[in-house]
């Protein structure tokens, strides 16, 4: 089975703190993504990677940024926290081009880091 | 932004009813997804139903497409108290190479 590990479950930081939330896969799956999931408004893309030290914005990258050194390894970094921030961050991976160019075919998502900055 | 919207957000029902979820979206799309999240976990995948498909099934799911008036329809048939969960629906744009979800349904399955 594919597992999707998210390093922590649950993280209390204060406002300012930088932030890592890291992710691995076990898979070789190409693409990475990082959502975050807030109440009444679903999961939301903040950035996503098809390839090794490869990144592309998604609707939300601003406070974020993202680090993809190895294949399994889809790191997200909030440089400086904000209480805004605080939200269920959820990591995802996928095959690259399941059923046809650029398409993201089926996602296999971790358990989810639920951050709290104070 | 959000591309795919469900509808109803909050569904209640009982043991053995069924159990229907749409889902609509604004553009052209390559698949559509529907996922499963129990309460404060990730997101589980159900099934895929590509564009030029119109059902599919999987054990107690059916799923519909009408790519024409872009919706999907999510069926649970004899519905279980473990089927108590969050339905999000997926759906990847054309050349996007990312799926959007919507703000999903939250289904209660009375025992």
């Known amino acids: 089975d594919v597992k999707v590990t998210q390093s922590s479950r649950y993280l209390v930081k204060r406002t300012g703190e930088k932030v890592f939330l890291e992710c691995v896969q076990d898979?070789?799956?190409?693409?990475m993504f990082w959502y975050r999931q807030d109440p009444g408004l679903g999961l939301r893309l903040i950035y996503f990677?098809?390839?090794?030290?490869m990144k592309e914005k998604g609707d939300i990258p601003e406070g974020y940024s993202v680090s993809r050194e190895k294949k399994e390894r889809f790191s997200l970094i909030l440089e400086s926290a904000s209480t805004n921030q605080t939200s269920m961050y959820l990591c995802?991976?996928?095959?690259w081009g399941t059923g046809g160019f650029a398409t993201t075919g089926e996602l296999f998502f971790g358990e989810g880091s639920r951050l709290t900055v104070l | 932004s959000q591309q795919g919207e469900e509808d109803p957000q909050a569904l209640s029902i009982q043991e053995g009813e069924n159990a229907t979820m749409n889902c609509s979206y604004k553009?052209?799309?390559?698949?559509l997804q529907w996922y499963r999240q129990n309460s404060g976990r990730g997101l589980v995948h159900l099934i895929l139903?590509?564009?030029?498909?119109r059902e599919k099934h999987s054990g107690r799911l059916r799923v519909t497409l009408d790519t024409s008036k872009k919706s999907s329809s999510l069926l649970i048939t004899a519905s279980r108290a473990a089927d108590t969960a969050s339905y999000f629906c997926?759906?990847?744009?054309?050349?996007?190479?990312?799926?959007?979800f919507g703000d999903g349904t939250t289904l209660t399955v009375k025992p």
């Open positions: 995802a991976s996928s095959l």
């Open positions: 898979m070789d799956h190409e693409n």
């Open positions: 990677s098809y390839d090794v030290k």
């Open positions: 553009t052209s799309i390559n698949n």
């Open positions: 139903i590509r564009s030029n498909e």
């Open positions: 997926a759906t990847d744009a054309h050349a996007a190479g990312k799926s959007t």
